[in-house]
């Protein structure tokens, strides 16, 4: 679509406003090109590369800024890796995966100055160990252990006011029948064998099970976000209140943030979705860098980097794949 020229000058004027903030005009162009060209050939050229929507003037300046469709073409057949100071990257403790995920969003943050965020590992509805703990009258602590360590609390009430011993029996006869099967199984187990149970003891292993069942249910579409407040230092944002509110309505509903990350852990490596391009990410000027991360080789989940469409896409790229790599080895190492 373009000759070598007009790819050059749009690749140039691209890092220029990535690093500077600022439209670029055809002297700083040149400039920066290393072409010897006249002013008036650089502005036809950036006349032809409006025309095609992949930069845009806007109204209080003569130069120009890259468009969604300018970001796309730089970003897929520009961008060239450079080299990358290392990054100061701390291991992550392989204990519960809730830290592990909490700690990488932090990570992300940390790193690339934007918003970090992570969806927590898909993971098998089955227990490891489930305990009643009496908390006062007819109110218990549900504590059920996942295979994988992660502990899920859920607060109980119930009708009838139950022992010590009425607990212990309620969670010996769970663990000793369904430990390791899905909670929907024990459920229509339960169902079978409540004849065999004394009354209360049933109820109360029901109301568990499906209290257990909500609590599992809700830890699949948990997204973990940090940072958010690293976009009030970004331009982009802190000049335009409406766009700052847009951005942490999104973070604050999480359900476009979960379609966006579904559809990054179905795709190989790195991924680049640019706003305004698409329905995919819901506002123009946010860009998301994401990559799925794997336990033992399978994708069990997805995290990524979410900053204004004028960011240093190779660093994101790079902080990006170190992370999912590093949450994935903490993951896999961190099984019991």
Do not use: C, W
């Given at each position: ?74 970003v897929d057949t520009m961008l060239t890796a ?116 004394r009354g209360e003891i049933a109820k109360l ?58 559809v990054s852990s179905q795709a190989e490596g ?67």
């Amino acid at each position: 679509m373009l000759d070598d020229r007009a790819r050059l000058l749009l690749k140039t004027l691209i890092e220029r406003y990535i690093a500077d903030g600022q439209p670029v005009g055809s002297r700083t162009l040149s400039k920066a090109s290393g072409l010897d060209l006249s002013p008036a050939t650089i502005r036809n050229v950036m006349s032809d590369l409006e025309e095609l929507g992949l930069i845009v003037s806007p109204h209080t300046s003569a130069g120009r800024i890259p468009t969604s469709r300018g970001y796309r073409l730089f970003v897929d057949t520009m961008l060239t890796a450079q080299p990358q100071p290392e990054l100061a990257t701390p291991a992550l403790a392989a204990d519960q995966p809730q830290r592990v995920i909490a700690n990488a969003a932090q990570l992300l943050s940390n790193l690339s100055q934007f918003v970090g965020v992570v969806m927590a590992p898909r993971r098998s509805s089955a227990f490891r160990h489930i305990e009643f703990l009496r908390l006062s009258e007819r109110r218990l602590l549900l504590i059920i252990v996942a295979p994988d360590g992660d502990v899920q609390n859920r607060v109980l009430f119930t009708d009838d006011d139950y022992s010590a011993s009425d607990l212990q029996q309620a969670s010996n006869y769970l663990n000793a029948h369904f430990s390791g099967m899905d909670i929907e199984q024990v459920r229509l187990r339960l169902r079978q064998e409540v004849d065999s149970l004394r009354g209360e003891i049933a109820k109360l292993m029901n109301a568990a099970v499906q209290l257990g069942s909500e609590a599992m249910s809700q830890a699949q579409d948990e997204v973990v976000i940090s940072g958010e407040r690293n976009l009030l230092a970004v331009t982009d944002f802190s000049s335009d209140m409406n766009q700052l509110r847009r951005a942490f309505d999104l973070f604050e509903q999480k359900a476009q943030l979960i379609r966006l990350l579904d559809v990054s852990s179905q795709a190989e490596g790195v991924r680049i979705f640019i706003g305004g391009e698409s329905q995919t990410v819901p506002m123009e000027d946010l860009s998301v860098v994401s990559a799925p991360y794997e336990v033992d080789g399978h994708v069990v989940g997805t995290l990524g980097v979410i900053g204004p469409t004028r960011m240093p896409y190779d660093r994101m790229i790079q902080i990006v794949d170190i992370t999912s790599r590093l949450v994935s080895n903490a993951l896999s190492s961190g099984k019991p």
